[in-house]
């Protein structure tokens, strides 16, 4: 059973972004349900309202733009996994939608909403790092770009400021030899490690490379050091920088222990699924 | 609806309209309430189980719009307009789905808890891919634990019917 | 969970000591408390913590029982309280000690803390970060306020 709550169904951002600010803390956004109703089911939340962002218009759409692709914050995660569109640009993207929980989550789980949660055991968030994504936060009059490094604060905690909405995920369309790919590891019913990798493999050497890393710590974090030990060098040098990038990135993890391994479990995996996902690449 | 159910006088309640196993329902629900109770206790339809309530092992499975929800983590509104299928639901005229027919013959379950769920996301799963491989069967269904069986019954009795059904078709 | 923290302070012993008993103002060094009441001088007081991680938000009443107190070196102190809105309950056994180190004050705690009830269920990863942040966050607020003043 769940608490009484009072049902709200704006119809545009605006007012949206108006409920959130005059309600505050007594007030949660409510797309799939997912995270969030399991939250109160279990009476770690508690909301006098929630307000039901499915009737706003244009928010679950898949749009290639040019050079950009935008990704509605209210698209299911099997919107994401069906899109043709996507499994051309991004098949990388549409594999791991594939994979998140069950088909059941994915019929009525968003992206947006799953974004939002930043529940530290999800995917989407360190592949969208690596692939330079920027989430779109809207309020009344006023949108701003939040690059995916800075979306991801800590466990449960993004950057959206509290009368905000995420409305749309922008990612740069990939270049021709650009390949991207996301390996997570786990056992129980979430993911424990996440590990995402893009780069553009060009004549003579690597170029691009992105790398970050999830689940393992309390957000999504990009290792900018290790992927210099990759970026710009031939792929054989790259090779040999390996293991040394990979003890780099399982580190950036910010690994904890618990049940899903101790920090050093942890740490070890990052750094397989980093050469895994790095040798998948360059082959 | 019951008159009798006390309100109190600011309540919330949202009109839902929709289609339940081919049949068209009225009813009203406070924002609150889970689509699980609402068939269970109020419709009286109790093939859906309560059993992780927290969408994991797919005991809950309901079709709306042909597609399979968790009933346990879905606020009974949002069925408003929509058409439901419960396992009470899929026999028509008594006569048996090929999904439940199969079940039956190729020993697809033993306590019964998990099987309403099960054929129900198989349905979804078949209405989709007629004709799956035993990998595709294995990930859509990936959802839906049975504690009983180990399975391997269950994706037999899954891929019989879907060969009956594409012979019909 | 267990946690050790040690604060080098550039203040005399003495200073550190009356600080520490100086409740007002030593309790709310601790991020998120606020309503710090003496119950018994020396022996029992009462405050709020109030800690969020996300959306999840508690609020414990809490009571501080000093256990042991060696005259400008030690206290063994115990804070337990509950939240009946979440169902959840924290204990935290709290061992502080002081010793000199040419002119500075080292401040020690050793904390064993305890979170029980649905609380947990966050996971006892992100509940262990979260203490440790509060740890870190009071032990620097002390070290701040202390030689601030001076």
Same mark, same amino acid.
């Given at each position: 059973?769940?608490?009484? =709550? ?114 530290p055991h ?28 800075? =979306? ?33 590891f ?5 993911p424990s490690v996440g590990v ?17 890393v999830g689940c393992a710590g309390p957000?999504p974090r ?28 399982g580190?950036a993890a910010e690994a904890n222990?618990d049940?899903h391994g101790?920090q050093?479990y942890k740490e070890?995996i990052v ?13 | ?86 396992? %009470? ?46 990998? %595709? ?18 994706? %037999? ?13 | ?124 990863g ?25």
């Open positions: 059973m769940l608490r009484r =709550f009072r049902l709200e169904e704006p119809e545009s951002v605006a007012e949206v972004s108006e409920l959130l600010g005059r309600f505050g803390d007594s007030a949660k956004i409510y797309a799939g349900g997912t995270e969030l109703l399991l939250a109160m089911k279990e009476g770690l939340v508690r909301y006098e309202r929630l307000i039901n962002v499915k009737g706003v218009k244009g928010l679950s759409d898949v749009v290639i733009d040019n050079g950009t692709i935008r990704i509605g914050a209210l698209c299911t995660h099997r919107q994401v996994e069906t899109s043709s569109a996507l499994q051309q640009k991004l098949p990388a993207l549409v594999k791991l939608e594939q994979n998140v929980a069950n088909v059941r989550v994915r019929q009525v789980g968003t992206i947006g909403g799953n974004l939002c949660f930043a529940e999800a995917d989407p968030g360190t592949l969208l790092m690596a692939l330079g994504a920027k989430m779109v936060a809207e309020k009344s009059s006023f949108k701003r770009e939040i690059a995916a490094e800075e =979306f991801f604060v800590d466990a449960f905690e993004t950057s959206l400021e509290a009368d905000e909405v995420l409305t749309e995920i922008r990612i740069p369309t990939p270049e021709t030899n650009s390949r991207s790919a996301y390996l997570k786990g056992y129980l019913e979430r995402a990798l893009a780069l553009t493999v060009n004549a003579r050497s690597i170029s691009d490379t992105k790398i970050a957000a990009r290792v900018v050091e290790a992927e210099a030990l990759l970026d710009g060098k031939s792929t054989q040098e790259a090779m040999q920088n390996l293991p040394a990038a990979a003890v780099i990135a580190r222990s049940l101790s050093e070890h750094g397989v699924l980093l050469k895994r996902a790095f040798q998948s690449l360059v082959s | 609806m019951s008159k009798a159910m006390s309100r109190q006088h600011d309540a919330q309640f949202i009109p839902v309209s929709f289609t339940l196993n081919g049949r068209s329902q009225e009813i009203e629900v406070e924002p609150h309430e889970l689509l699980l109770d609402v068939v269970r206790d109020r419709l009286g339809l109790t093939g859906v189980k309560r059993s992780c309530d927290v969408e994991v092992c797919g005991a809950c499975t309901l079709l709306v719009d042909g597609r399979p929800v968790s009933a346990c983590t879905t606020l009974a509104f949002e069925v408003r307009g929509r058409s439901v299928l419960t396992i %009470e639901g899929l026999a028509e005229n008594g006569k048996l789905h090929p999904l439940q027919q199969a079940f039956i013959e190729h020993g697809g379950f033993q306590c019964g808890f998990c099987t309403p769920g099960m054929i129900l996301a198989a349905k979804a799963l078949l209405d989709e891919m007629p004709n799956p491989t035993e990998d %595709e069967l294995k990930h859509f269904m990936h959802g839906n634990l049975c504690r009983c069986t180990g399975y391997k019954k269950i994706i %037999e009795s899954i891929m019989a019917a879907a060969k009956k059904m594409r012979s019909k078709a | 969970m267990q946690f050790q923290k040690e604060v080098e302070i550039s203040a005399p012993r003495e200073k550190v000591w009356q600080f520490i008993w100086d409740v007002d103002r030593f309790i709310l060094c601790v991020p998120g408390c606020k309503d710090a009441k003496t119950i018994e001088e020396g022996k029992r007081y009462t405050a709020t913590m109030v800690e969020k991680v996300g959306p999840f938000k508690v609020e414990f009443p809490t009571t501080i029982e000093v256990i042991e107190r060696e005259e400008l070196s030690r206290i063994k102190a115990q804070a337990s309280g509950a939240d009946n809105k979440i169902g959840s309950r924290m204990k935290v056994d709290l061992d502080v000690s002081l010793r000199t180190q040419d002119d500075k004050t080292i401040l020690g705690f050793v904390a064993g803390v305890d979170i029980l009830g649905k609380l947990a269920a966050l996971g006892h992100i509940i262990k970060r979260k203490a440790d942040q509060v740890l870190d966050e009071f032990a620097q607020a002390v070290k701040q306020k202390l030689e601030g003043d001076s």
